[in-house]
């Protein structure tokens, strides 16, 4: 199986930076691309940012403050927050898409989530 685990949330002044982590594990092949979410309370969850080998994608909300990177040798990507604001307080999760891993012959393809980390800005 894969397993995603997040790190780097915390407290931090409106102004301020934060770099979160996800570190994806288990016997992985490739994955195609990785996303960071948010969910504020008593929203949605919303998509943040995504990289895949064709280049990046952000939500507006973040386009210029946040910059999402990967390291395919280490499976990992990262989410680098500049200038945070109170309203980019949520639980930030990654996601990992099109992860392919073999069991003997047999090819799965599956998507997964973290667990989410918490970040909070206070103004």
């Known amino acids: 199986q894969v397993q995603l685990v997040e790190s780097g949330g915390g407290l931090v002044q409106a102004g301020g930076s934060l770099t979160l982590s996800c570190a994806a594990s288990?016997?992985?092949?490739?994955?195609?691309?990785m996303q960071w979410y948010r969910q504020a309370p008593g929203k949605q969850r919303e998509l943040v940012a995504t990289?895949?080998?064709?280049?990046?994608n952000y939500a507006d909300s973040v386009k210029g403050r946040f910059t999402i990177s990967r390291d395919n040798q280490k499976n990992t990507a990262y989410l680098r927050m500049n200038s945070l604001k109170p309203e980019d307080t949520a639980v930030y999760y990654c996601?990992?898409?099109?992860?392919?891993?073999?069991?003997?012959?047999?090819?799965?393809?599956?998507?997964?989530w973290g667990q989410g980390t918490q970040v909070t800005v206070s103004s």
């Open positions: 996601k990992a898409v099109g992860v392919v891993r073999y069991s003997g012959v047999t090819r799965y393809v599956d998507n997964y």
């Open positions: 288990g016997s992985i092949f490739s994955i195609n691309a």
């Open positions: 990289a895949t080998s064709d280049g990046t």
